[in-house]
């Protein structure tokens, strides 16, 4: 099966691509969005742990010479291999957290070769923390059912292969319409599980602000609600990146229909601040602070007022509602 990168022209375009200029790509994978940043004139460092891709690499080197560069290892660390590949800044980085699964193969997902695999999580884990593990990060409804399932078949014997597993979960998740592959939410969690991956992109969004230049750009691609939280929540609370948009790019019905992957994808984009921009928001926040506790001391002063309008007689501030007061009496007002 072709890999088709997700919302391509709307990767390159939240770039903003200068040519002769550095940019990462911290999951290079099949290369699909490394190869259209390199076409645009670009030179690309790319980041992958997987061994699987060094073939595509050396492909790359072949093609593209000086102008491709790539490093081994995690994305959360991007700013310490961009350093060690030369590179002191870069203009913009691309992280796509993604994963493929319909291929047959050996039930691994592990982005090195390191740590427990998926094949050990469910031949080993019991039934009730397989159910958790795909609840949490899967967001599966019927993670139940499929832990029950995934138990009760490898009594029988191991599960060894990504087809075995999802053939498993066909049989195991109930009938009706779906939008989208039974099994992806579970594969989805596995994968997060094995990988630490959500604090792997809470690191690599820290390390974004430590390698990108001033008014670069981080472009994050995210599949589930989970991924998408954690970038939003980042882009929220930094000092130096500041979110383009206020809400994610999804990916247009025309290229769903030809790439179904591109259903759940969410695209952020966020520009890294200069200085002067920094020294300016801080200073509209505490402009805005000020504001916010001169109308609250404002509004208290006029509560205070309205409650000594309301003392009436020395009787309690409800009383001057009390239809037997007259009206003269109602009307007393003592400081």
């Known amino acids: 099966m072709n890999h088709i990168p997700v919302m391509l022209n709307e990767c390159l375009?939240?770039?903003?691509?200068?040519?002769?200029?550095?940019y990462i790509d911290g999951t290079f994978g099949a290369g699909g969005h490394t190869k259209a940043l390199l076409e645009s004139g670009v030179n690309v460092l790319a980041i992958d742990q997987d061994v699987n891709v060094l073939h595509t690499?050396?492909?790359?080197?072949?093609?593209?010479?000086?102008?491709?560069?790539?490093?081994?290892g995690n994305f959360r660390n991007l700013d310490t291999l961009a350093r060690e590949a030369?590179?002191?800044?870069?203009?913009?980085?691309?992280?796509?957290?993604?994963?493929a699964f319909r291929q047959d193969g050996p039930l691994d997902m592990r982005m090195s070769d390191e740590g427990e695999s998926a094949a050990d999580v469910v031949n080993s884990l019991d039934q009730e923390e397989l159910a958790a593990i795909i609840y949490k990060y899967g967001e599966e409804r019927h993670s139940r059912?499929?832990?029950?399932?995934?138990?009760?078949?490898?009594?029988?014997?191991?599960?060894?292969?990504?087809?075995?597993l999802v053939e498993l979960i066909q049989r195991a998740y109930p009938g009706g319409y779906r939008?989208?592959?039974?099994?992806?939410?579970?594969?989805?969690?596995?994968r997060i599980y094995v990988n630490d991956e959500l604090g792997a992109l809470e690191d690599a969004l820290k390390s974004s602000e430590k390698i990108l230049a001033d008014g670069g750009r981080l472009v994050v691609l995210s599949y589930h609600s989970l991924e998408d939280r954690i970038v939003k929540h980042a882009l929220k609370e930094s000092q130096l990146l500041q979110a383009t948009i206020k809400r994610p790019l999804t990916a247009t019905e025309q290229e769903i229909n030809d790439n179904p992957r591109?259903?759940?994808?969410?695209?952020?984009v966020a520009e890294k601040q200069t200085a002067s921009?920094?020294?300016?928001?801080?200073?509209?926040?505490?402009?805005?602070?000020?504001l916010n506790k001169n109308d609250f001391s404002r509004l208290e002063a006029q509560l205070i007022s309205s409650k000594k309008m309301l003392r009436v007689s020395g009787l309690y501030q409800t009383d001057i509602f009390n239809p037997s007061l007259s009206h003269q009496h109602r009307l007393e007002v003592h400081p």
Not at 86 to 94: P, R, T
Not at 179 to 190: E, I, V
Request: no cysteine; glycine share 6%; proline share 2%.
């Open 57 to 72: 690499v050396n492909d790359f080197k072949t093609t593209y010479g000086e102008q491709f560069k790539f490093a081994k």
């Open 179 to 190: 939008q989208d592959h039974p099994a992806r939410r579970t594969f989805q969690a596995l």
């Open 262 to 268: 591109a259903r759940s994808a969410k695209l952020r």
């Open 277 to 290: 921009q920094i020294q300016a928001t801080s200073n509209k926040n505490k402009y805005a602070r000020f």
């Open 13 to 22: 375009e939240a770039l903003n691509l200068k040519p002769g200029h550095w």
């Open 86 to 99: 030369g590179l002191e800044s870069v203009a913009g980085i691309l992280l796509d957290i993604g994963f």
């Open 145 to 164: 059912r499929i832990a029950r399932a995934i138990v009760e078949h490898r009594e029988k014997q191991k599960i060894t292969t990504t087809h075995e």
